[in-house]
């Protein structure tokens, strides 16, 4: 499909009203914008499955019967959800990642772990330590006959946690983890400050190039609010789609 | 629930600096010297992330009610601006509004003959407060909503006007529903103030950053920011456990 008129109509527009949509007309700008929303649209999704196997994994932990790994769990979440996720990222990336380095073959010391990896490991920790706690919930909220019914048909724990009180209990999760993945979708824009090349931070480069700041930051604004409310749109449908009718926990 | 969480965060930070005593040369202060050193100023930092907390807390609450409140209106027109006002601050990433704040506000306004001007924190300040702002909204939206209908009906057979009843019936209810999720709303604020200092706001990140480099001691990075985690740790942390406590407390009734 050819979109040179539509190109061509962003730079009438900027000739007749000023609004100065370089990314639209300016191959090049194009170019690295679509690059930047697509590393987002990246590190969004590995974020996302990431941080949801955590809080599966964490709930479980949390039921063990093993003291030191209960209190292990509970450690990291309550490290996580009272800290800066900015401090995390920083302390992550600058402290621990001086550590993590090896030298190349050309003698120069490098990262083992680049910036990208480094922003979707610590995103991942930090919506996960939320998602533990929402998922702990949930699992609260199945009925006890339930899961003793489970263990009468003879489930083994991990049996009884994988085909009966997980089903229900992520179905009880679902508003409050559809509200922390909208969270998470909007903090992956902190990995700008460790210079992942995602929107905002070519977004940034953009605007310091063309002077177009102001057309920049109402172009993020409404790329945000479209993920987050396409995110919350397919979140309602899945929980419509996942719904038991007639079974209320 | 109790401190055991702080105390591993505290062993962690001096297992950090004893790894990097180790790596230093023997010249070189040590590391819990060197931290001890450096305390007031990141104190300083830390004051300034609290003071842009309370603010950003103080006017998000003032305008998030205002827009709570529009948000309920009976008037269509107010409710649907005011639900797509919240909609729109709530489903913007934080530090996007920060950068908006930032760059588009201007750095002096004029008041009759003389300037004012603003600074970089007064301007992150708003930038914080407009999400803030927003989740207050819906924070009283969901309040007004979840007392029972019934109450209303009662008020209109006692002959209450519609602002009589919200006034002495509705809202003494809400404010405490919505205590611990706003408690909640103000820990997510307070570990939300670091992004300030991508803007170039000097507060404890920032100074940290700063401090890290003037030492230039790598050894220094990890029991630094360790030792910043643990101040906001100690800050927030006390206010989750209050958060849950109230919220235990109001659910037996």
Request: hydrophobic share 55%; proline share 5%.
């Amino acid at each position: 499909m050819d979109l040179q008129p539509v190109w061509d109509w962003f730079r009438v527009l900027h000739a007749t009203t000023g609004i100065k949509l370089t990314i639209f007309y300016d191959a090049f700008d194009r170019a690295r914008f679509l690059n930047g929303f697509l590393t987002s649209i990246h590190l969004m999704a590995l974020c996302l499955a990431c941080s949801v196997a955590i809080g599966i994994v964490g709930a479980w932990v949390q039921g063990s019967q093993l003291k030191l790994l209960r209190a292990v769990t509970q450690a990291y979440i309550q490290f996580f959800r009272n800290t800066p996720p900015l401090v995390q990222l920083y302390f992550f990336y600058f402290a621990l990642g001086s550590y993590l380095r090896i030298t190349n073959a050309a003698g120069l010391e490098v990262p083992i772990v680049s910036n990208f990896v480094w922003a979707v490991i610590c995103l991942s920790l930090y919506a996960g330590s939320f998602n533990i706690e929402i998922f702990r919930a949930g699992i609260e909220a199945v009925p006890k006959e339930t899961v003793e019914a489970a263990e009468a048909l003879g489930y083994s724990r991990l049996k009884a946690y994988a085909y009966v009180i997980l089903p229900l209990a992520f179905r009880i999760s679902l508003p409050a983890l559809n509200n922390n993945l909208v969270n998470l979708v909007k903090t992956t824009t902190i990995a700008y400050a460790i210079a992942v090349p995602e929107m905002l931070y070519i977004a940034n480069q953009i605007w310091s190039d063309e002077l177009n700041v102001a057309e920049m930051m109402n172009v993020l604004l409404v790329i945000y609010v479209s993920l987050v409310g396409m995110l919350v749109y397919v979140m309602g449908r899945w929980e419509r789609a996942l719904r038991i009718p007639g079974y209320t926990p | 629930m109790n401190g055991r969480q702080g105390v591993i965060l505290v062993a962690a930070l001096l297992v950090s600096a004893g790894i990097g005593e180790a790596k230093a040369g023997p010249a070189d202060p040590s590391i819990l010297a060197t931290i001890i050193k450096w305390t007031p100023l990141l104190a300083q930092g830390f004051a300034l992330n609290i003071a842009m907390s309370f603010l950003a807390m103080a006017i998000g609450t003032a305008f998030g009610v205002a827009l709570g409140l529009g948000q309920i209106s009976v008037l269509a027109p107010v409710r649907a601006s005011a639900w797509s006002v919240t909609q729109f601050f709530r489903n913007s990433p934080w530090l996007v509004l920060l950068f908006y704040c930032m760059l588009l506000l201007p750095f002096e306004f004029r008041i009759g003959d003389s300037f004012v001007s603003l600074p970089g924190w007064a301007k992150a300040t708003v930038g914080l407060a407009l999400p803030v702002m927003a989740n207050v909204s819906e924070l009283v939206r969901g309040a007004v909503q979840s007392i029972p209908s019934g109450q209303w009906e009662a008020c209109e057979a006692l002959a209450f006007t519609r602002l009589q009843t919200l006034r002495m019936v509705i809202l003494p209810q809400c404010v405490k529903r919505m205590t611990p999720p706003w408690m909640n709303l103000y820990a997510i604020l307070t570990v939300a103030t670091p992004l300030t200092s991508v803007v170039g706001v000097s507060e404890a990140m920032t100074l940290t950053g700063d401090i890290l480099s003037s030492e230039g001691r790598t050894e220094l990075l990890v029991p630094m920011y360790l030792y910043l985690l643990l101040w906001f740790f100690a800050y927030c942390y006390p206010i989750a456990l209050a958060t849950v406590a109230l919220e235990r407390r109001f659910q037996v009734r």
